[in-house]
């Protein structure tokens, strides 16, 4: 029927539909959802809406299916099958098109490949639709959208958010009352059109129009019974009709289903046989299967028969491919079949459709349907049908399908000898659910395959689910506990077995890399022999995958700040084995390494080599490799200073990484942004999770930026009482370089000596992150600030030069300017140097541009010490020497005391016992921290032979003596020097022990 006539009343709803076909055809592509209940006329809008687009168009039609045999993306293998592109033109989205090829075997896909997989096929179907639009304005087509299945509905998102500039529509219809979540926030992006029911002037007019004249009397009572519902209105009309004339019609029928039962009644019980099959089997079916299972005796009967049916208006579709013409029809006959002739139908459908090509889920569907005769085969399909959604990344209906083949083997008995096995089965579910990012339902099913696999004495599968709660990355030291025991317990178990050495190997390298990157790092023997017993396993089995693998384990296993040169021919043993191997991924990775040892060193060489990668990172050919490309060009441009370029690429590949899932896109862009700051660049937003392991490091990666920007005053603010033991050192060198940055502008002395000593054994070497992340500039420019700071002018300059040629060599321009900037400051604080010195008798001092002279104190001596000890602690016996007599007193600690400080003492030597056993180097440092305090103290309080010293003897005399001779001078300085009375007071510290430390860097000339 013409879709003008049944669209009586629709003409504001086509106008705006003809609207979107106008805009798209400019150039401004357009998303329109069309939603009402069932029967409303949503598909007829969209008939007269391609009709309306006319041959200038292309149109592109996908219709959703509700029965469990549908594969997945199954609107959109028929949109990219109407396009007739051929499948080897679609690039990745020729996964939607071709069927996978059905081999019995698994199918192997990391989590985050998963990801990575999806947005590609995204990207090709956009690409494909957009150079299609390019010719020709597309309108696509997709009906029955509340039958869609997630990744449908993502894709379809996708799509809509890359409308702008082009020549395409997206049209879609759904019934609103069964419209899941995401279809309606998917909606909600779209131009909304709802249909509502007719007025009772437009259903008198669709009567009239199908009964004749009567249809005015009869209007107004199919308008109260339809709701203006156009199908049933129609339906009940020609109900009417085939009813006779008006005084034989019965009583108009209450509902839409009672409307269709009437109708239906009135055809043959033959043809009902024949129509309650095609009802099952779903969809376009065509004639040979509906002969094979019994809709009919021949082809002869069985086209008489859906001839009745479409004079009756059931039946529409191609002669050959007939379907129910409404899914109304079908949802009515199928609610009126008993279970025993249902059961029947799928069972001969199940048979039938075995030995065509096509779904193993559509088979599966109607196996599972058709009980326990069939069981075993309803097990082997579905496992099928899950494996070919894992192939064409319907990973959410693939853990549907290996949940019902599952709950098919749970009927009969876990001991029932399925193949493939129930704790098999249950490792695929769980990478299904990895695959599909649900970690947590992942980890649930890995573990309940573990005690399947126990049970089943299968080392090999007890294997597979340690790796893949390994992949699945962890947080909590419990949890990670928990997997290093299952990856030992497999290890043990396919040792004994005499188990895949190749899987053994799988396994040491994953003990490896969960020791050496868990937010505790281990560093000690454990993660170096794990992952050489990885390499030697795979070097038995003559596996150079395996190999390659074990040698990245290898690799990160000694992966520490100073081990570029060690680290080099690990690198070159992997590159070997991946190209053997002819894994791309892990051959880009190779060089990935290279670059960023190399560059550790400051070989220029790296430079070459982090190109190398880059383009090896852009011909792998999904988008995991463009965002290892984009990262990384990031770096490069960083190191040739050009800034602005480095914080664009970081952004793009920030946005590409989130789209994609990788774990590590944020914590990337954080790094790189961090290291572009000094260039000039704003900072990223610097919110962290507490749960985050640099959660502890806030308050320095707060002052980072407003130090690096001179705002000091801001920056100690933001800094606080930081203590030092809270830089992250498990994280390399990046840690100490930001406190480098801070605590050379705001920190205190003490903690800049605690930076410069941790970052001195690494001279000449400069800060790279992981695989070339980021880059933080040469490790002396760091220490050249430090020890500027500290007023060790000397040390400063010759760290900058030192610097500026290591920068100068790499090339790393934006990095040389910047220490060149340093040595001008420093050449400048020398030239107008602070001085406190003694001359003849009389001290020169001289600060903020202010001189005077003061005559000899000690005092002033006492200052000039503090000064000169650049930061670290002056015992007051050092300051009066030996002029203070000895004098009694009580004892500074009472036996009591002395008692509690040395049984904290113990505790605390077992507890950095059990520290160092676990690799915990921040609890090691805070409790060493703690010792030495409790020494400090007791050292103190005791003289020579371990005699107690008492209250009141030289040290107390002496502080007192050195305090009051200080505050002396400084009330002398407050009348001749106030802004240095001011300063020192500030920054000078008195007690037992006195320490000067100013808050900002100052420079002094002391002789």
Not at 396 to 425: F, K, N, T
Request: proline share 5%; aromatic share 4%.
């Amino acid at each position: 029927m013409n879709p003008r006539v049944r669209l009586v009343g629709r003409e504001p709803v086509l106008a705006a539909a003809t609207a979107v076909l106008r805009d798209a055809a400019s150039g401004h592509g357009q998303f329109l959802m069309i939603s009402g209940e069932a029967g409303i006329g949503k598909t007829a809008v969209l008939a007269a809406l391609t009709d309306d687009a006319g041959p200038d168009w292309t149109v592109l039609r996908g219709v959703c299916w509700d029965r469990p045999g549908a594969p997945p993306y199954w609107p959109w293998t028929q949109v990219l099958r109407a396009t007739c592109v051929p499948p080897a033109d679609l690039g990745e989205a020729r996964r939607l098109v071709e069927p996978p090829a059905s081999d019995g075997r698994g199918v192997a896909m990391a989590p985050g490949a998963a990801a990575d997989a999806e947005f590609s096929v995204f990207e090709a179907v956009a690409q494909c639709l957009s150079a299609l639009a390019a010719e020709r304005p597309i309108l696509v087509v997709l009906d029955d959208l509340h039958w869609a299945d997630a990744a449908s509905l993502r894709l379809l998102g996708f799509l809509a958010r890359a409308l702008a500039g082009s020549r395409l529509v997206l049209a879609g219809a759904y019934r609103d009352a069964e419209a899941s979540d995401d279809l309606l926030a998917v909606s909600a992006t779209a131009q909304h059109l709802r249909l509502g029911g007719l007025g009772a002037e437009q259903v008198r007019e669709l009567v009239t129009s199908i009964v004749g004249p009567d249809g005015s009397e009869l209007g107004d009572q199919v308008w109260e019974r339809s709701g203006g519902n156009p199908f049933f209105v129609g339906e009940l009309a020609r109900l009417m009709v085939a009813q006779g004339t008006p005084d034989q019609r019965p009583p108009i029928p209450a509902g839409i289903a009672e409307t269709l039962r009437r109708r239906l009644a009135r055809l043959s019980t033959d043809c009902i046989h024949m129509l309650e099959r095609v009802a099952v089997a779903g969809g376009e079916v065509d004639t040979e299967l509906l002969v094979r299972i019994g809709a009919a005796g021949n082809e002869t009967e069985l086209n008489s028969l859906l001839d009745e049916a479409r004079r009756a208006g059931v039946v529409a579709g191609e002669p050959d491919r007939p379907r129910l013409a409404h899914d109304l029809y079908r949802e009515t006959i199928l609610g009126s079949l008993s279970a025993m002739t249902r059961t029947e139908i799928d069972l001969a459908l199940g048979v039938a459709l075995q030995d065509r090509p096509g779904s193993a889920a559509r088979v599966a569907a109607h196996l599972l349907a058709a009980g326990s005769q069939v069981r075993r085969k309803a097990v082997e399909y579905s496992v099928i049908a899950a494996r070919e959604a894992s192939a064409r990344l319907g990973h959410d209906d693939a853990c549907g399908h290996y949940r019902r083949a599952l709950q098919m083997i749970d009927v009969e008995g876990p001991d029932v000898p399925w193949d493939p096995s129930r704790p098999a089965l249950l490792v695929e579910l769980a990478d299904a659910h990895a695959r599909a990012g649900r970690g947590d339902e992942a980890r649930t099913q890995y573990l309940a395959a573990a005690a399947s696999a126990r049970t089943a004495d299968d080392a090999t599968v007890l294997a597979r689910t340690a790796l893949g709660i390994e992949s699945l990355g962890q947080r909590s030291g419990a949890r990670r506990a928990d997997v290093l025991d299952l990856l030992e317990e497999a290890a043990a178990r396919l040792q004994v077995v005499d188990g895949s050495l190749s899987l053994q190997s799988r396994v040491y390298g994953a003990t490896a890399r969960m020791l050496r990157h868990g937010s505790i790092a281990v560093l000690d023997e454990t993660v170096t022999t794990a992952a050489e017993r990885a390499v030697e396993l795979a070097a038995a089995a003559g596996d150079s995958q395996a190999l390659a693998e074990a040698r990245l384990a290898q690799h990160d296993s000694q992966w520490t700040p100073g081990t570029a040169r060690r680290r080099l021919p690990l690198i070159d043993a992997m590159l070997d084995a991946a190209t053997a191997a002819h894994d791309a991924d892990l051959v880009a990775q190779a060089h990935q390494l290279r670059a960023a040892a190399l560059l550790e060193l400051g070989d220029p060489a790296g430079r070459d080599e982090l190109l190398t990668y880059i383009t090896l990172a852009e011909r792998l050919g999904h988008a995991r490799g463009r965002w290892g490309a984009l990262t990384r060009r990031a770096t490069f441009a960083q190191l040739a200073g050009h800034a602005d370029e480095a914080a664009r690429l970081g952004e793009e590949a920030l946005e590409l990484g989130l789209a994609i899932g990788v774990p590590d896109a944020i914590g990337c862009f954080c790094t790189s942004r961090w290291s572009l700051v000094a260039l000039g660049v704003p900072e990223p937003p610097s919110e962290l999770d507490p749960a985050d392991p640099l959660w502890p490091m806030f308050p320095l990666l707060a002052a980072w930026p407003l130090a690096v920007r001179g705002e000091l005053d801001a920056a100690a603010v933001a800094l606080g009482d930081f203590s030092v033991l809270d830089v992250a050192v498990w994280t390399g060198l990046e840690g100490l370089a930001a406190a480098a940055v801070v605590f050379s502008a705001v920190g205190t002395t003490a903690q800049r000596v605690w930076t410069y000593d941790r970052l001195r054994p690494y001279a000449g070497t400069h800060v790279v992150v992981g695989g070339c992340a980021s880059y933080h500039a040469a490790v002396d420019h760091h220490l050249g600030t430090l020890a500027a700071a500290l007023g060790d002018t000397d040390s400063a300059e010759k760290h900058f030069r030192s610097a500026l040629a290591l920068h100068e060599r790499l090339g790393a321009a934006g990095w040389a300017r910047i220490t060149e900037q340093e040595l001008a400051a420093l050449a400048s604080s020398v030239a107008s140097d602070n001085e406190f010195r003694p001359a003849n008798g009389i001290w020169q001092l001289a600060y903020d541009g202010v001189q005077v002279q003061l005559p000899d104190s000690k005092g002033l001596g006492d200052l000039a010490v503090l000064i000169g000890a650049q930061g670290n602690d002056v015992h007051v016996s050092a300051l009066v020497g030996s002029e203070m007599p000895r004098a009694g007193g009580d004892p500074i600690l009472d036996a009591t005391a002395k008692a509690q400080y040395k049984s904290r003492l113990a505790d605390l030597a077992e507890q950095l016992d059990q520290a160092d056993a676990y690799g915990d180097a921040a609890r090691a440092e805070k409790l060493s921290a703690e010792r030495d305090a409790l020494v400090h103290e007791l050292s103190a309080a005791t003289g020579l032979g371990g005699r107690a010293r008492r209250l009141g003897d030289e040290t107390e005399r002496a502080r007192k003596t050195v305090s009051a001779r200080v505050r002396d001078t400084l009330s002398k300085l407050d009348q001749s020097h106030p802004a240095l009375a001011a300063h020192l007071r500030a920054s000078v510290q008195l007690g037992t022990t006195c320490t000067y430390s100013p808050t900002h860097p100052t420079t002094w000339r002391l002789s």
